[in-house]
């Protein structure tokens, strides 16, 4: 199983970001996928879900309303469209599936917000 996050950078509050994760390894559209986020000295917190089953979406309140979670199963592919970034996102984000038993993470990619 690899997941392989992109799309980090630096963005000027207001601003906008795409992350992707790759995934291989596993089949990708049976397994719910997620993000996370770790900011510094901060617990890691679930910021997007999607389903495999029906491709519903779950957000964390702080980010309803500016971030989009959605799935490419053809090309296996995760996403997360970030917009009204603000400097409280800041932090590394990772793609996250619990596959066969085990959590499975990616190397993380870092957001970060700031003028």
């Known amino acids: 199983v690899q997941l392989v996050e992109s799309g980090g950078g630096l963005v000027q509050p207001g601003g906008s970001l795409t992350l992707s994760c790759a995934a291989s390894?596993?089949?990708?559209?049976?397994?719910?996928m997620s993000w996370y986020r770790q900011a510094p000295g901060k617990v890691r917190e679930l910021v997007a879900r999607?389903?495999?089953?029906?491709?519903?979406?779950d957000y964390a309140d702080s980010v309803k309303g500016r971030f989009t979670i959605s799935r490419n199963n053809a090309k296996y592919t995760l996403s997360l469209q970030m917009k009204d970034l603000k400097p409280e996102d800041t932090a590394v984000y990772y793609c996250?599936?619990?596959?066969?038993?085990?959590?499975?993470w990616g190397q993380g990619t870092q957001v970060t917000v700031s003028s």
């Open positions: 390894g596993f089949t990708f559209s049976s397994y719910d």
């Open positions: 996250y599936a619990y596959i066969r038993g085990s959590d499975c």
């Open positions: 999607i389903f495999s089953v029906g491709g519903s979406r």
